[in-house]
């Protein structure tokens, strides 16, 4: 148990699909990360959550909407993936960005 | 732009050998240095991290890295390895940004 919950732990969908990642974290932190972990590829930072602003957007598609509704909740909204997005995708969060993070344990997404 | 290295992709070895990770990192104000651990099947997990102070820190399971300002290098070692010890580490930089390097795999040979 690492206090960052993250579900769904699988999903599937297709290319047409809109769905949602969810990331909930219990340790009372003030910064919440997405990132993309794929195989044979460094682990990719996607967006930085800091006090609920947005802090950091690594060039990351606009078929990935994150949100941040409050400090705990962290959400990827996801639309008209490409296969290439088939990854599995981290939350993460830290007292405050330079922080050590706590990472959840992913959600693996397929994209057919 | 911040960036970090990590020497090795893959590192294997038996067991009871040594081990010592390379890690180099770009970036020249303060920084905040981690070693990250993912075991197989598991989520990542902090081994150990340098904020400030003695250079040499100790993490858990009896690794320690050294980080040496002038060589911009946090190198992570253990006298003797375990099987149990396989898995994939990263190193990790806060300075403007928090940055991961690309992750080094070892095996650990019983």
């Known amino acids: 148990e690492t206090g960052v919950t993250q579900t769904p732990r699988h999903l599937v969908m297709g290319m047409t699909n809109k769905k949602s990642l969810k990331c909930e974290q219990h340790l009372g932190h003030n910064a919440m990360y997405w990132y993309k972990q794929s195989a044979k590829k460094p682990l990719e930072l996607m967006f930085v959550y800091s006090l609920e602003e947005r802090v950091e957007n690594n060039s990351v598609p606009s078929r990935f909407s994150p949100e941040c509704p409050n400090s705990s909740h962290l959400f990827l909204h996801l639309h008209t993936l490409q296969p290439e997005d088939s990854a599995l995708y981290l939350c993460a969060s830290s007292q405050e960005p330079d922080q050590p993070q706590h990472f959840g344990d992913g959600t693996r997404l397929s994209i057919l | 732009a911040q960036s970090v290295s990590q020497h090795n992709h893959h590192v294997i070895l038996s067991e009871a050998a040594s081990l010592e990770l390379g890690c180099n990192y770009s970036?020249?104000?303060?920084?905040?240095l981690f070693w990250y651990v993912q075991y197989p099947g598991q989520h990542l997990q902090l081994l150990l991290k340098?904020?400030?102070?003695?250079?040499l820190v100790k993490g858990i399971k009896g690794f320690e890295a050294e980080f040496i300002k002038s060589k911009f290098s946090f190198n992570l070692r253990k006298p003797s390895v375990q099987w149990s010890d396989t898995a994939e580490y990263f190193c990790?930089?806060?300075?403007?940004?928090?940055?991961f390097g690309p992750g080094t795999r070892l095996s650990v040979l019983p």
């Open positions: 970036y020249g104000g303060t920084v905040n």
């Open positions: 340098y904020f400030s102070g003695d250079p």
């Open positions: 990790a930089v806060a300075g403007r940004n928090f940055v």
